[in-house]
């Protein structure tokens, strides 16, 4: 939906699509690569490792919020920036989302904390992209920038509600049935 937004909404031209759009899907890389880079530092450095992907992951998600508030100024410049603070976030996330089950869950359900955090991600791509269709035929895109600005804030929250606690390091790999106990 980005094109069709930039040159309905953002007013680009198919030249400017053509010589600027590669530029904010390039901000997924960098944010992957710096988000990975910056946790891996963190961890370095001493913090448990799930508490620097929630972090990351936190940063990601205000950087998205950020970038989707910006799409209200005018401007070429400030719609590649505010597109691209936006990919740069959503990399930034998914490195970190990737590691965040292997760093926090006994590993006989990593498998299945990762395949239903995929599942949920899926149902919401779908959902979300129905509504971004929905808005955009009809040129509504504020709506679908608002919830892309609050999509990450609410799925960070409970981050920092229910994962307080990784398996610690020392302990033994807990049985499918203790996990689930501990980790409803």
Same mark, same amino acid.
């Given at each position: &939906?980005?094109p069709?937004?930039?040159?309905?909404?953002?007013?680009?031209?198919f030249?400017?699509?053509? +010589?600027?759009?590669?530029?904010?899907?390039?901000?997924?890389?960098?944010?992957?690569?710096l988000?990975g880079?910056?946790?891996s530092?963190?961890?370095? +450095?001493?913090?448990?490792?799930?508490?620097? +992907?929630?972090?990351l992951?936190?940063?990601a998600?205000?950087?998205?919020?950020?970038?989707?508030?910006?799409?209200?100024?005018?401007?070429?410049?400030?719609?590649?920036?505010?597109?691209?603070?936006c990919t740069?976030?959503?990399?930034? &996330?998914?490195?970190?989302?990737?590691?965040?089950a292997?760093?926090?869950?006994?590993?006989?359900?990593?498998a299945?904390?990762?395949?239903? *955090?995929?599942?949920?991600?899926?149902?919401?791509?779908?959902?979300?992209n129905?509504?971004?269709?929905?808005?955009?035929? +009809?040129?509504?895109?504020?709506?679908a920038?608002?919830m892309? *600005?609050?999509?990450?804030?609410?799925?960070v929250?409970?981050?920092w509600? &229910?994962?307080?606690?990784p398996?610690?390091a020392e302990?033994?790999?807990?049985?499918?049935a203790?996990?689930?106990?501990?980790f409803?």
């Amino acid at each position: &939906w980005m094109p069709e937004y930039l040159v309905s909404a953002k007013h680009f031209s198919f030249v400017m699509l053509g +010589r600027l759009g590669w530029i904010p899907p390039c901000g997924s890389d960098l944010g992957a690569i710096l988000g990975g880079y910056v946790s891996s530092r963190m961890v370095t +450095r001493g913090w448990p490792p799930h508490q620097s +992907r929630k972090i990351l992951m936190s940063i990601a998600a205000l950087l998205i919020a950020v970038g989707a508030a910006l799409q209200l100024a005018t401007g070429v410049a400030m719609a590649l920036f505010s597109f691209s603070l936006c990919t740069i976030g959503v990399g930034m &996330w998914a490195c970190n989302l990737h590691a965040l089950a292997t760093d926090s869950f006994p590993g006989p359900i990593v498998a299945t904390v990762h395949g239903t *955090a995929g599942s949920a991600g899926a149902v919401g791509g779908i959902v979300f992209n129905s509504l971004v269709g929905y808005f955009g035929t +009809r040129h509504q895109y504020g709506w679908a920038l608002l919830m892309f *600005a609050l999509l990450l804030p609410a799925a960070v929250t409970p981050l920092w509600l &229910w994962l307080d606690s990784p398996l610690p390091a020392e302990s033994p790999e807990l049985k499918p049935a203790e996990a689930a106990r501990r980790f409803p």
